[in-house]
């Protein structure tokens, strides 16, 4: 059975900045404020004439460079996204844009988890052999859902793409994973639908609304991370045979740089050894793992043969985790 290898990772250039202070001209705020509860110092925002897909396509060109695959090699292309240009997918966009003429493309929505729940997915179809080369991008545009009025949520949120290159090989370097869901607590985190009921013809009535900004239970999201995060990691190092002495770096989604040292400290794990990008870029959703990883690897951080714990949480609820060895 081929084994699955990660050789190249990419992310887009976002030139707009939004910085605490100039944020705190927005809503009663401050960079003192943000800073200490979150570790957020700025966030990047899409320009008016900035695309999902334009993005989307950065990310995955740079990440094409760097694993000198050419764009009519890839086999598929999984982007994971909430925030797509077009509700019925953007993927397919994406391929036109790269000139990857023999790839099928389509968008996954597992919100901030939905990184490493396309990675696994993608791992799959390359162990089966169904697929040789596969792009994964983790993309989203959250300014568009964001309530700049809501000072609880609007100072979390911000805009990114990132994406990475897996090829079959005969060394299998995806080496664990755990996948998870809960509905139960699906009303903690929402980017939620709002119907209204038109009248159509008769006593039918058909559905006419729109999406409502994100809303959050802060305190509910960051007991439910702190908690499971850790727990699924483990789980994921179990099925590896490892323990978090083999790990190298963890890379978690960047939500809250007080949720990145709470995983950290329960499973022991130096803060030095935990990738970090959360002050400059805010949280990305989909986007914030592969950024971190190509912002880590690109910086020489991470080297060919490092071992990665990486995890993903958020709404759905959901949650995973997966062990890979980068190169």
């Known amino acids: 059975m081929p084994g699955v290898s990660l050789v190249g990772s990419g992310s887009a250039c976002l030139t707009v900045q939004l910085s605490n202070d100039i944020l705190s001209q927005r809503v009663d705020t401050s960079d003192e404020w943000i800073s200490a509860r979150t570790g957020i110092r700025q966030r990047h925002i899409a320009a008016p004439d900035d ?33 797509p240009d077009d509700l019925f997918g953007s993927a397919c966009r994406v391929q036109v844009a790269l000139g ?63 994406a990475v290159v897996l090829r079959a090989c005969e060394r299998d370097r995806l080496l664990g994973f755990e996948l998870c ?17 038109v009248p159509l013809v008769g006593d039918i009535s058909v559905q006419k609304g729109g999406f409502a900004p994100i809303t959050m239970n802060g305190r509910e999201v960051y007991k439910f991370a702190v908690s499971r995060v850790p727990e699924v ?11 978090t002495a083999d790990i190298d770096w963890m890379v978690l989604h960047q939500a809250n740089q007080r949720i990145l040292d709470a995983v950290a400290d329960r499973l022991g794990v130096p803060l030095e050894r935990v990738i970090s990008n959360m002050a400059r870029h805010g949280n990305t959703s989909a986007a914030s793992i592969p950024l971190a990883l190509d912002e880590a690897i690109r910086a020489g951080k991470i080297q060919p043969g490092d071992l990665i714990a990486t995890a993903g949480f958020g709404a759905g609820l959901t949650w995973g985790a997966a062990i890979v060895e980068w190169g």
Not at 104 to 130: E, H, K, M, N, P
């Open 233 to 243: 990691i483990e789980k994921a190092l179990f099925r590896a045979s490892l323990t």
């Open 181 to 197: 869901s809960d509905g139960s607590l699906n009303h903690c985190l929402n980017l939620a639908y709002h119907p209204e009921a």
């Open 100 to 162: 990857a003429t023999r790839a099928v493309a389509f968008d996954l929505t597992a919100a901030c988890s939905g990184f490493v729940f396309a990675l696994v997915t993608a791992a799959q179809y390359i162990r089966t052999g169904v697929f040789k080369t596969v792009v994964v991008i983790g993309a989203d545009v959250l300014s568009r859902w964001t309530d700049w009025d809501d000072r609880t949520t609007c100072v979390l949120f911000g805009d990114g793409a990132g």
């Open 51 to 83: 695309s999902l897909t334009t993005l989307a396509t950065e990310a995955a060109r740079h990440a094409l460079t760097m694993a000198q695959v050419g764009a009519e090699e890839v086999d598929l292309i999984l982007l994971a996204t909430s925030t």
